[in-house]
């Protein structure tokens, strides 16, 4: 087969994942396209090229943003964000990994497939790159705030100074210097802060020109793609191109004569904990199964709650929370296992610990139902492929650009019923694999790392330092006239960014119209009964052969002080053991007859006059004739989990408290809105209360309780139980195709059976504390995360044609402002109709007055500029705002999120907004200007340097507080 100049290399029919796959390569210039054939309505795209870094600059990281920002055929200053307003994808993004940068997007939309393929290919293959993007994207300097002083902007740039301030990325930073001292894996692929400003525009361009070129492209096409269509496009670009030979990989480190020891920082307090971690490379594999054997070791020793490695570090007292697991996307695998939150002087314990467990179980051996459970839980999560939001097109693209970008058969990598086969023969003589593979691949290699990462009180300081100093340098060397010709071309940057691109670049781009939408796929009917005592919802999906079962609790049967436990109850329901089965026994039987376990809660306000929705969910999967064995564990882990061990119930509230701490640096802008949230009624309160802010003061309560109160901590936690697991308020989704649900309905019953009546009190939770109007939360970081949010016409539903409106924000004020021009990672606005709020946001911000200033100013922009846009553009912000209301979901989200609607009493709405945001016109930006100004002051939450809220007064002053310290502590 010859097609546009590709000809077929391989085919292979991938039975496990359900696809034709076929390797085509273009015969000029040498581009290879992965064609991964199925009818699943998704189509999806992905392309990979091959950076390497060689430096700590984060050349491929700005390159990345770069290229999205203009291109040859579409001279937009970002097309990228162009396309996103209009576009119907469930996936759009590009992201930077060590060794290759990806350009993944996901639609349902024939049209909107086509018109991003385009887009992409052009922002690849001819980006523009220009001097204005780089100093936008990269760095610039500009005027300081004091006469005389220079300053340093740039996204990426700001972006990173909130990544390099996470303790997490201070060990993986120092971990992958220790490990590979001799291979680019030691530089900060992202980029350092310290060392962005030594990046130059020649030097990002002729990286470009290197890596980008077609011969080094690997692309994924997934879905039922118009191949022949697909392909024309992509030899547009390639057709032309000579091949080249393919780029070296990143070299492998020579294995270390003997182990190592490595010290590295973080930013922090004295009184924080340090990482104490130890951590093994691994050879390349040499096949696809040597990735997976390390996966299954992985699965066996830390992979669950009882895995034993795990479960030593967990309950020796010496750290707050576990760490590590399997790395397999570099070229050499990596495994870590240690703690967070370690006493100083008790980190060389973590490292001894780790040894004379591995040691110990070596000599003791693998329990070999442990490796079968391991297995079917590997094979299982690979058919279900659950993976990215349901994207599977995109996961199997990720999972192989990478060994596909160093020289592998991506056929070969995805041919996975081979892999579980060969993963069988080697384990055929059961527990002695493991037990081999813990001795040569742990305790008897070199090259291992026992490594500490501790806290430093100077360590944001001496960035700080090491960054004025840089500047006041450059600042004498340019003297006065040198400064004034920087503050012009600082000016020139200003007006660049905010002069609108042409209208005949506007035109170039290529859009979706009304007339391309397709209709959305129908909401699941849900089929109610009652099955002793509780209500079954049955959904019926094409779910090949596993049922989805969703048990539902009403969490207004907790009183308000109970509900900070809610997370860690959740957790001992399943990481504590039962009365009946230690916990190894628990999740090993789970993990041989299950595709797992978990819980959750869910909690959303009322709408039009109706209560809210809050629930706890235990949630299970299983193929149909598992279904009995699935029903007889979730009755065992509801009805007998062991809630009274004292040391087991401290764990784990130190473990949660320390991973939500963790999690600021991370998702500080989801925190923010969280608390904002918690103004708008009980159930949002009550989320605030379990695991928002206020549940790190409250977790630290209960964790002294633990030490001083036992008994009062045991008895709350059974009295949680008694009230929460009971059937008289159970709601049972149980999603499954027609043959499943036949196997579902009499283990269902049987559980049912099992849980008691209950008590029937149900709380209102009046009680929970509101936020202050405007809350600063400190962070030892340099960047901020804030929020706002105003409740529009009282909380009543808002029409769906506002969505157009707060998209337009979104993408035409939020972000220009907040991003190009503030140095912001990210900015935007959305609009929830249903409780009546509209929110801006920013992430990994700068500045914190100008953003607020900018978020003020929405209701002028609204009425002067929204309500002034040409008919066209109105219609790109309706395609984007009707393809936001109908996500893609794979079968087990549509069956849960039916459930999730008709306990809110949200059926139909969608449809609703749909029609509404379809008819959208000008007026709806006047009106929610007028809306957004008649609901007067917003709410604001950030988090940030406590000197940025210091610097606030008068109205403008925050209420400043510190994660973990009760309300008013500062």
């Known amino acids: 087969m010859e097609m546009h100049g590709f000809h077929e290399r391989d085919r292979r029919s991938l039975a496990l994942l359900g696809v034709e796959g076929r390797l085509l390569v273009h015969e000029r210039s040498g581009t290879e396209v992965l064609v991964l054939a199925n009818d699943e309505p998704n189509l999806s795209f992905a392309l990979g090229v091959p950076t390497v870094p060689d430096a700590d600059d984060g050349v491929a990281h700005i390159l990345e943003h770069m290229v999205l920002a203009g291109s040859e055929r579409f001279p937009l200053k970002d097309p990228f964000f162009s396309m996103i307003k209009g576009s119907v994808a469930g996936f759009l993004n590009a992201m930077t990994a060590p060794d290759r940068t990806m350009y993944p997007f996901a639609t349902r939309n024939r049209r909107d497939f086509t ?133 070296d990989p990143v070299p492998l480190q020579p294995p270390f004569p003997a ?82 939150g370690v006493a100083s002087d008790r980190v060389g314990q973590v490292h001894d610990l780790i040894r004379t467990t591995l040691a110990d179980l070596a ?82 290699n070199p090259h291992r790392v026992d490594l500490a990462v501790r806290p430093d009180p100077e360590a944001s300081r001496r960035r700080d330092a090491a960054e004025r ?72 999906e094409p779910t090949r052969g596993i049922v989805y079962l969703d048990l539902g609790f009403d969490l207004r049967a907790l009183p308000a002080r109970l509900l900070p436990l809610v997370p860690v109850f959740g957790r001992l329901l399943l990481e504590s053991g039962t009365e009946t089965s230690e916990l190894d026994e628990l999740t090993r039987a789970i993990d041989r007859a299950t595709g797992g376990i978990d819980t959750r809660t869910e909690l959303a306000g009322g709408v039009d006059g109706r209560s809210g929705l809050a629930r706890f969910f235990v949630r299970g999967r299983a193929l149909a004739p598992r279904a009995g064995t699935l029903a007889d564990l979730l009755a065992e882990v509801l009805t007998s989990a062991r809630l009274t061990d004292r040391s087991r119930v401290r764990a784990l509230l130190v473990e949660t408290a320390a991973r939500r701490r963790a999690m600021l640096e991370v998702a500080g802008t989801r925190f923010a809105v969280r608390r904002l949230a918690a103004h708008l009624g009980p159930e949002a309160r009550a989320e605030e209360a379990m695991t928002g802010l206020a549940s790190l003061a409250e977790t630290t309560a209960w964790i002294e309780r633990v030490d001083d109160a036992w008994e009062e901590v045991a008895e709350a936690l059974t009295e949680l139980r008694d009230r929460l697991v009971t059937r008289g308020a159970l709601v049972a989704g149980v999603t499954a195709d027609a043959a499943a649900h036949e196997a ?71 972000t220009p ?40 100013d929405a209701p002028r922009r609204l009425r002067e500029e929204g309500a002034a846009l040409p008919e066209t553009e109105i219609e790109t912000l309706v395609i984007g705002s009707v393809g936001a209301l109908q996500p893609y979901e794979l079968p087990a989200a549509r069956g849960y999120r039916a459930v999730l609607r008709r306990l809110r009493g949200t059926e139909g709405m969608r449809d609703r907004l749909r029609d509404e945001a379809l008819a959208a016109g000008p007026s709806a930006f006047v009106e929610l200007a007028d809306a957004i100004v008649a609901a007067g002051a917003p709410s604001v939450a950030a988090l940030g340097p406590a000197a940025s809220f210091a610097a606030m007064e008068g109205e403008e002053r925050f209420e400043v507080r510190r994660p973990d310290a009760g309300p008013g502590v500062s």
């Open 115 to 247: 018109n991003l393929l385009d887009v992409y290919l052009d922002a690849v293959f001819r980006p523009l790159l220009t001097r204005r993007t780089f100093d936008q994207e990269a760095w610039h300097l500009r005027p300081g705030d004091e006469a005389g002083t220079l300053a340093l902007s740039g996204i990426v740039y700001n972006e990173m100074k909130g990544t390099v301030a996470s303790p997490d990325w201070a060990l993986e930073t120092a971990e992958a210097r220790a490990l590979f001292p001799d291979t680019p894996a030691r530089f900060e692929y992202g980029g350092d802060p310290a060392a962005i400003p030594d990046l130059t525009h020649e030097r990002l361009r002729a990286f470009h020109a290197e890596r980008y070129h077609p011969a080094r492209a690997r692309i994924v096409l997934h879905g039922p793609v118009p191949l022949e269509e697909a392909l024309a496009r992509i030899a547009a670009y390639v057709g032309e191109a000579e091949s080249l030979p393919p780029v």
């Open 259 to 340: 182990p190592r020891r490595a010290e590295g920082v973080y930013p922090g307090s004295d009184g924080d904990g340090a990482f104490a971690t130890t951590s093994w490379a691994f050879p390349e594999p040499a096949a696809p199964v040597d990735r997976w054997e390390l996966e299954l070791l992985e699965h066996v020793l830390v992979g669950r709650p009882s895995s034993p490695l795990r479960r030593a570090l967990s309950d020796s007292g010496l750290g707050e929370a576990f760490v590590g697991g399997l790395d397999v996307g570099a070229r050499q695998p990596v495994l870590r296992a240690g703690l967070r």
């Open 363 to 444: 000599d003791r051996g693998v329990d070999a139902n442990d490796l079968e459970a391991g297995r079917n839980r590997i094979e299982f999560a690979l058919r279900e492929m659950d993976v990215h939001g349901g994207q599977r097109g995109l996961a199997l693209a990720l999972t192989a650009l990478g060994p596909w970008l160093r020289g592998a058969d991506p056929l070969t990598e995805l041919d996975l019923d081979a892999v579980l086969a060969d993963l069988d023969r080697r384990a055929a003589v059961g527990a002695e694999t493991a037990t081999a593979l813990i001795r040569t691949r742990l305790l008897e």
């Open 469 to 540: 100093l840089r500047l006041e340098a450059e600042a004498s060397r340019l003297g006065e006239e040198g400064l004034r010709e920087l503050a012009e071309r600082a000016e020139r940057l200003r007006a660049e960014q905010e002069r609108p691109d042409p209208p005949e670049a506007i035109a170039t781009l290529p859009r979706l119209r009304r007339r391309d939408l397709d209709r959305p796929d129908a909401e699941p009917a849900v089929a109610s009964d009652r099955v002793g005592g509780a209500e079954r919802w049955r959904i019926e």
């Open 744 to 814: 579902a309905g009499p283990a269902l019953a049987e559980l049912v059976d099992r849980l008691p009546a209950g008590h029937g009190a149900r709380f209102d939770w009046t009680e929970l504390p509101t936020p202050a109007p405007r809350e600063g939360w400190t962070l030892p970081g340099q960047v901020h995360y804030v929020a706002t949010q105003a409740r529009l016409r009282d909380g009543a539903p808002l029409p769906g044609a506002w969505l157009a409106a707060a998209r337009w924000l979104a993408t035409e004020v939020m």
């Open 817 to 856: 402002e907040l991003r190009f021009r503030g140095g912001a990672y990210g900015g935007g606005t959305s609009l929830d109709p249903l409780v009546g709020t509209v929110r801006h946001t920013s992430y990994r911000d700068p500045n914190l007055r100008r953003t607020l200033e900018v978020m003020a």
